[in-house]
């Protein structure tokens, strides 16, 4: 089963204690969290569960479509949005309790002062092909 | 016989088919399948005419398609079916494909796969790996600009600026799956210098080398970027720099300079300095003012803010950048660094954030951000 692991740079529930801007952790700090991130996705792909992973940048825009002849109309930098994603890592697990063990594993990367950032991650599972037997 | 031997092959087997009344398009798609079935079977037991092998096999597949496309629209084939007797001719039909590869009508991206698959004879599979796309999503692509430039004739000078653009493009892009692009694009530069005498085509490959004679000492561990003046310099290629140095030396006495030479020149004195502190870097800012007379690009005029901040002091460099417009790319980047050589401590670390937050690549919006944290670092201590 696949699973979309969710990354914000905004939204979702109140964040677990004071969230420091990652400028604002020491050098030694950001190379710490930064090699768990790849850690943990070498783990991944090892275990034979990592399916792919992507980071996006924080600019971007709303747009939709605003009647025949018509440029579209684009809404954005998102300054007002609560929401804001920032990337995901798709796993294909066995079962919905090992990604949300994942998600928590992803969780807990070191921040400022060498603890765990406690983020919270969005878990989404895949809607699937038809399979071939469905009676 | 290895892989990259048998790929050389590639161009010329399609200009022999094309020779023989192929038209380009299924020309280029049976020598694809032939060069397939040769990277299964010849690692057991290798043909001892490989081009002779791979024009027979294209040629093979080539009829049966055609046969097949001519009985499902009940025509007559068009071509003969029996080639010319006698050996392959030797004529070289490559640079003629470099040009219709990259022809001007075709985008960039779609140039770029072409080329590597007709002139690099790289499989579907490869580029598509190297580039991140499905395999059906690079087929389609390269049906498409095979459709788009359909009817061509092969045997015209073609446009060498869009050529050495598709040949950067592909150098640029790095690694990517199992293909080394950046090998990839130096091979198909210095074929195409053995083909032409246009002093840009060696700037261009001079370029490349002296750029991918770095490329061991910029990247640290898990591939984090280390900026130039980090580098271990002594695990820069020498060879590739002497390499390079002397092709650009020899392109740029024949005194027709153009930007690729320009940009080999910038990198030549990179190649040739122990330390970002002896480089010369008045020369530099010469040669990006010669390089905004030929181009008169933003991003050239960026770069030449940071040289003259490392020439006359990071102040002028300041002054430099406070003329161009703060939306350009990596403009932020710029900005941090200047005003933390100037001084300017809290400005350079929310500028490194700021530019963190611009950064187009993840390597690059990582080390931006270590940089922003390493400057609060020093403000703090």
């Given at each position: 089963?696949?699973?979309?692991?969710?990354?914000?740079?905004?939204?979702?529930?109140?964040?677990?204690?004071?969230?420091?801007?990652?400028?604002?952790?020491?050098?030694?700090?950001?190379?710490?969290?930064?090699?768990?991130?790849?850690?943990?996705?070498?783990?991944?792909?090892?275990?034979?569960?990592?399916?792919?992973?992507?980071?996006?940048?924080?600019?971007?825009?709303?747009?939709?479509?605003?009647?025949?002849?018509?440029?579209?109309?684009?809404?954005?930098?998102?300054?007002?949005?609560?929401?804001?994603?920032?990337?995901?890592?798709?796993?294909?697990?066995?079962?919905?309790?090992?990604?949300?063990?994942?998600?928590?594993?992803?969780?807990?990367?070191?921040?400022?002062?060498?603890?765990?950032?406690?983020?919270?991650?969005?878990?989404?599972?895949?809607?699937?092909?038809?399979?071939?037997?469905?009676? | 016989?290895?892989?990259?031997?048998?790929?050389?092959?590639?161009?010329?087997?399609?200009?022999?088919?094309?020779?023989?009344?192929?038209?380009?398009?299924?020309?280029?798609?049976?020598?694809?399948?032939?060069?397939?079935?040769?990277?299964?079977?010849?690692?057991?037991?290798?043909?001892?005419?490989?081009?002779?092998?791979?024009?027979?096999?294209?040629?093979?597949?080539?009829?049966?398609?055609?046969?097949?496309?001519?009985?499902?629209?009940?025509?007559?084939?068009?071509?003969?079916?029996?080639?010319?007797?006698?050996?392959?001719?030797?004529?070289?039909?490559?640079?003629?494909?470099?040009?219709?590869?990259?022809?001007?009508?075709?985008?960039?991206?779609?140039?770029?796969?072409?080329?590597?698959?007709?002139?690099?004879?790289?499989?579907?599979?490869?580029?598509?790996?190297?580039?991140?796309?499905?395999?059906?999503?690079?087929?389609?692509?390269?049906?498409?600009?095979?459709?788009?430039?359909?009817?061509?004739?092969?045997?015209?000078?073609?446009?060498?600026?869009?050529?050495?653009?598709?040949?950067?493009?592909?150098?640029?892009?790095?690694?990517?799956?199992?293909?080394?692009?950046?090998?990839?694009?130096?091979?198909?530069?210095?074929?195409?210098?053995?083909?032409?005498?246009?002093?840009?085509?060696?700037?261009?490959?001079?370029?490349?080398?002296?750029?991918?004679?770095?490329?061991?000492?910029?990247?640290?561990?898990?591939?984090?970027?280390?900026?130039?003046?980090?580098?271990?310099?002594?695990?820069?290629?020498?060879?590739?720099?002497?390499?390079?140095?002397?092709?650009?030396?020899?392109?740029?006495?024949?005194?027709?300079?153009?930007?690729?030479?320009?940009?080999a020149a910038i990198a030549a004195l990179h190649a040739d300095a122990r330390s970002t502190a002896e480089t010369d870097w008045v020369q530099i800012v010469e040669w990006y003012?010669?390089?905004?007379?030929?181009?008169?690009?933003?991003?050239?005029?960026?770069?030449?803010?940071?040289?003259?901040?490392?020439?006359?002091?990071?102040?002028?460099?300041?002054?430099?950048?406070?003329?161009?417009?703060?939306?350009?790319?990596?403009?932020?980047?710029?900005?941090?660094?200047?005003?933390?050589?100037?001084?300017?401590?809290?400005?350079?670390?929310?500028?490194?954030?700021?530019?963190?937050?611009?950064?187009?690549?993840?390597?690059?919006?990582?080390?931006?951000?270590?940089?922003?944290?390493?400057v609060r670092q020093l403000l703090r201590s």
């Open positions: 089963m696949k699973y979309l692991l969710l990354k914000h740079y905004r939204g979702g529930p109140a964040p677990v204690g004071d969230w420091v801007p990652m400028d604002r952790w020491t050098p030694a700090e950001v190379d710490a969290h930064m090699r768990y991130m790849r850690d943990f996705a070498a783990r991944l792909e090892e275990s034979g569960e990592f399916v792919d992973g992507q980071a996006l940048a924080p600019e971007g825009a709303f747009v939709r479509y605003d009647g025949e002849g018509r440029p579209p109309v684009t809404d954005g930098p998102f300054a007002e949005t609560k929401d804001l994603i920032a990337g995901w890592m798709i796993i294909d697990v066995e079962s919905w309790d090992r990604a949300v063990e994942l998600a928590g594993e992803l969780s807990a990367a070191p921040g400022a002062g060498g603890a765990p950032i406690h983020e919270w991650l969005e878990v989404r599972p895949f809607l699937t092909e038809l399979p071939t037997v469905t009676d | 016989m290895n892989e990259s031997l048998l790929r050389e092959l590639v161009p010329a087997v399609i200009g022999v088919l094309v020779r023989r009344g192929a038209d380009f398009a299924s020309a280029e798609d049976a020598v694809q399948e032939a060069m397939i079935r040769a990277l299964e079977t010849w690692s057991d037991e290798p043909p001892r005419d490989p081009k002779g092998w791979l024009v027979t096999v294209a040629w093979r597949r080539f009829l049966d398609a055609t046969r097949a496309e001519a009985s499902r629209r009940g025509r007559e084939l068009a071509v003969e079916v029996e080639p010319p007797a006698g050996p392959v001719p030797a004529t070289d039909d490559t640079l003629r494909l470099y040009f219709l590869c990259a022809h001007p009508t075709l985008p960039p991206g779609s140039a770029v796969a072409l080329t590597l698959r007709a002139v690099g004879g790289l499989t579907t599979r490869q580029i598509a790996a190297a580039y991140l796309v499905p395999e059906a999503t690079m087929a389609q692509r390269i049906s498409r600009a095979k459709r788009r430039i359909a009817g061509l004739p092969l045997d015209q000078p073609g446009d060498l600026g869009t050529v050495l653009r598709v040949l950067y493009l592909v150098f640029n892009e790095g690694y990517g799956g199992d293909v080394d692009l950046a090998a990839e694009a130096i091979r198909l530069t210095r074929h195409l210098v053995a083909l032409t005498d246009e002093p840009e085509v060696a700037g261009l490959l001079a370029l490349m080398l002296l750029h991918h004679a770095r490329r061991a000492s910029r990247t640290g561990p898990g591939g984090r970027l280390v900026p130039l003046a980090e580098q271990d310099r002594s695990r820069w290629d020498t060879g590739l720099i002497a390499e390079g140095v002397t092709i650009l030396q020899a392109a740029l006495a024949r005194d027709r300079l153009g930007e690729y030479q320009a940009q003012d010669e390089l905004l007379l030929l181009t008169d690009s933003p991003v050239v005029r960026l770069n030449r803010a940071v040289a003259v901040g490392e020439a006359d002091g990071p102040r002028a460099g300041l002054a430099a950048l406070a003329e161009l417009k703060p939306d350009l790319p990596r403009y932020a980047a710029a900005a941090a660094y200047l005003h933390e050589r100037a001084g300017h401590l809290e400005q350079a670390a929310e500028l490194y954030a700021e530019a963190s937050r611009a950064a187009m690549s993840v390597p690059e919006r990582d080390h931006l951000t270590r940089e922003a944290a390493r």
